[in-house]
């Protein structure tokens, strides 16, 4: 627990640094005319270079999309080049369309083959069967009534 | 992200005293310009795109941290300023920047009425007490009391606990009593 002359100790030092911190922003107003011009000459200098920052970020921008302008022709960012793009799209569109299609009939032959297997006669075991595929090399039985 | 103008605002009210503090530490308007113009530079380029409520933790760190490099860079400078003044035997360096210290920064303008002198007296004896605090209990004192940061704030600032911060106020405010009673002026 603070003691109460502690306290009071306190709240004199808090009252004597607010006086000071006031004597001091009087002072400030009293700053010889040559020190705050100098002031004002360096924040304008900081806030150009804080424009020179934000200018800098476009320039970043810039130096991007002529990376990429020359990576697919010198012209990017005009018709010619927006062509480019969609034709380029466009293929890359129809080679994507032929890989789906290829994997869809391969699927559908997959199935087809399974339901012929399962609508015959012979059960789909036969086929894996060693003695079957033996029995059907050496000839086929002639059926006779 | 600041705006330029929030830059501009926040700069414009933090420069006087950032001078201010910047010449209780160095004691000399050349150097204490180049400090705040510095710290002005790496706020605005390397902190540029942050919100304007963080600029003024952000500006206190920088400030501190440049003033601290320049007493490294002056560091041995001051070595061989001490050792040509030992071999010279001229006059007290020490003495002419303890006048220097004292003189307002327009004293050779007309006179002024008594309530503005008293006043300029006092200022003078709270700036002069100010200088003569050790560093980090100046910087803790005038970042706490005159900028107006919290105590975790400045521990900020400072890079040390607030338990520290504490300690330094405390200590720099009955330095300041002291050296003011001292000198006969009341707050």
């Known amino acids: ?145 | 992200m600041a705006t330029p103008r929030e830059l501009d605002a926040f700069l414009a009210d933090v420069e006087r005293r950032a001078y201010k503090t910047a010449w209780f530490a160095v004691h000399n308007e050349e150097n204490a310009l180049d400090i705040v113009q510095d710290a002005m530079l790496k706020l605005a380029e390397n902190y540029g795109d942050r919100p304007a409520e963080e600029l003024p933790a952000l500006f206190q760190r920088i400030l501190q941290n440049t003033i601290r490099d320049f007493y490294r860079r002056s560091k041995v400078r001051n070595l061989w300023t001490t050792l040509f003044s030992a071999l010279g035997g001229g006059e007290d360096e020490d003495d002419q920047e303890k006048i220097d210290r004292l003189r307002s920064p327009d004293a050779d303008q007309a006179e002024r009425p008594e309530d503005a002198l008293a006043q300029r007296r006092t200022l003078e004896a709270i700036e002069d007490a100010l200088a003569t605090l050790p560093a980090r209990q100046r910087e803790a004192f005038l970042l706490r009391y005159w900028e107006g940061l919290d105590t975790a704030e400045t521990a900020e600032a400072m890079g040390c606990s607030q338990g520290s911060v504490k300690t330094h106020c405390s200590r720099a405010t009955q330095t300041l009593a002291a050296a003011l009673k001292e000198k006969g002026h009341q707050l």
């Open chain 1, 1 to 145: 627990m603070t003691h109460p002359s502690q306290q009071h100790d306190r709240t004199q030092d808090d009252l004597l640094a607010k006086a000071v911190a006031r004597a001091l922003d009087q002072g400030n107003e009293i700053l010889p005319s040559r020190v705050t011009a100098r002031l004002a000459q360096m924040r304008e200098q900081a806030l150009s270079h804080q424009k020179q920052w934000q200018s800098a970020l476009q320039l970043a921008g810039q130096s991007t999309h002529r990376a990429v302008g020359s990576l697919f022709g010198d012209s990017f960012g005009s018709a010619t080049d927006w062509r480019r793009w969609a034709a380029s799209a466009g293929i890359l569109l129809l080679t994507g369309a032929f890989m789906f299609w290829q994997a869809q009939t391969q699927i559908e032959d997959l199935a087809s083959e399974d339901s012929a297997l399962l609508s015959e006669a012979l059960p789909p075991n036969a086929l894996i069967d060693k003695g079957f595929q033996t029995w059907l090399s050496t000839g086929t039985p002639t059926v006779t009534d």
